[in-house]
Structure formats: structure tokens, C-alpha cells
């Protein structure tokens, strides 16, 4: 079935296809305050974009009910942190020169307790700024491929520096395309769920965004009505059907399929030439309705 455009849908509609910008709190992991997304929305399943550590704090999307389908859409983006290192000895005279030095492509092998295998692999730390020093406390913004381990990256900040270092504080300003001008609190997402269930259903459309929010950074794919209630069917997205279409053929970004009222249909690959004679226009990875 296909949505209704994101601006014309119900209560149930919007929590069923809804992504919360979460300001993550000290404490539980990322996974326990999506459970109690879950649980205070009533929906079937939840997902957090991004893990944060316990301790670590900030922007963390969490997606809800059919909106989880969405996850492969973060890993296109970067994400954006400030972080205090904390140094072993006195802050050297050249740290912001050092420091500079990790901006572009860095090898990293994921620590002992990741989740994934730890294979030696490349990250690119796009921008790497030193704010403020301040006795052995050092606050740098970080902005970095998805998947970068900041951790890891003050380590070796500290062995650059001669002195040592370790994090200290982290918090997560920004994973693309949402950042930290709109966070929502757990204490927000429960008033407001207090207001819907007495008849006001504004304070809940405030804190929670259409999941087509999330998308907004990737290529765009119009297709056609029918179109797209072929795709909601398991079928292609082929060149007939597809009204308009940004992004490179040739480098097969992942882009997002929306009908012309911009309900989102489905992400997939643009295809290149090497796919012509099927007339296809999209390599389907995730069909969303």
C-alpha cells in the first residue's frame, strides 16, 4: 500500500512511519531508549541510526514501526560529535598543528568490545577542529565518516602528541541529515504522547518527522503513481515509470523513490549504462510500502 503524502497522514500513519530525533541521555544504551521509543509509541519494533555508548550523549534518530527500513540511509552520511580529550601530561605548544594532521583518510581497527569484526579498514575525518584547551583538556569538533571510532581516533591523537590521551566526555552533535537544532528529549516524547492521548495531537506531529524526514540528503527518484504500486509489489523500477531522477548513473548512489506527492517508496542504486537493456533505472535494496 502506498502512503498517503507525509503532510496529510493521520496520527497512526505518522508513529507507524515516524523517525524521533532523540537527544540520547547519559546512561542507558542506545538500544534500551529505542525499546522505550518502542514501548511509549506502541509500536512493533524500533531502531536507533547509529549506535552511541552509554556514557555517550546527543543526536541519535531513532526509527519507528515500517520506518526501520530506512537504516541504510545513515550509513551515506557523517556524523558530527564534540569530544574533550583529556591528556596525560601538559598540552604541547604545536597540538593544533598535530592535531590537523588527522583531518582526511585514517586507518582504524574497531576495539575489543565493537559489535563487528576488527579488521584493519579506512575512515575519513572530513573535519577535524581544535575549540578550546584548557589545563590538560583539550575540546575538539569531529566531523567524520558513519562509522568512525572517536575513541580510537583520541588514542592516537595522544600517542601523536607525545603525552598520551583518552576521551573523556562525547557527545554527538549531528548525523547526517539531522543535527542538534531539533533534538527531542524522552521527557518531550512522553508529554507529548500525555497530550495525544487527551485529544491534542500537535505536540506529538512536533517531535516526531515522517520517516521521508530521514531521506532528505539522497538523491531523489519521482516515479509515477502506478509505478510505484508495481514496486509496493515486488517489481523494478524501469525507465517508463520515472518522471525525474537525480544523481550519477555512473557512481550508483543510493537515491530514494517518492511518488509525486512525495511519499517514499523505496531506496535502491541508480544503474549505469551497464544495465541498459532492461530498461532498468533503479536496483531495488529496501521497498518501504
Known sequence: MVRDPPDDRDLDSLVEFGVVNLDKPPGPSAHQVSAWIRDLLGVEKAAHAGTLDPKVT?????????ATRLAPAFLEGHKEYVAVLELHGPAPTDIEAVIGEFEGALYQKPPKKSAVARRL????????????????????????????????LCHDIGLALGTGAHMGHLRRTGTTPFDDASL???????????????????????????????????PRVTIAPNAAHEVAHGAQVYAPGVIDAEGDPDTEPLVACYTPDGSAICLGRLVGDHDADSDRVVALERVLV
Open 58 to 66: 546527543g543526536c541519535l534518530p531513532v526509527m519507528t514501526g515500517a
Open 121 to 152: 579498514r579506512v575512515r575519513t575525518v572530513h573535519e577535524l577542529d581544535l575549540l578550546e584547551v584548557q589545563d590538560r583538556n583539550a575540546l575538539l569538533r569531529i566531523r567524520c565518516e558513519s562509522g568512525t571510532y572517536v575513541r580510537k
Open 184 to 218: 527531542v528529549s524522552l521527557y518531550d516524547l512522553a508529554d507529548a504522547i500525555a497530550f495525544a492521548e487527551e485529544g491534542d495531537e500537535g505536540p506529538l506531529r512536533e517531535v516526531i518527522d515522517p520517516g521521508e524526514r530521514a531521506l532528505s540528503h539522497l
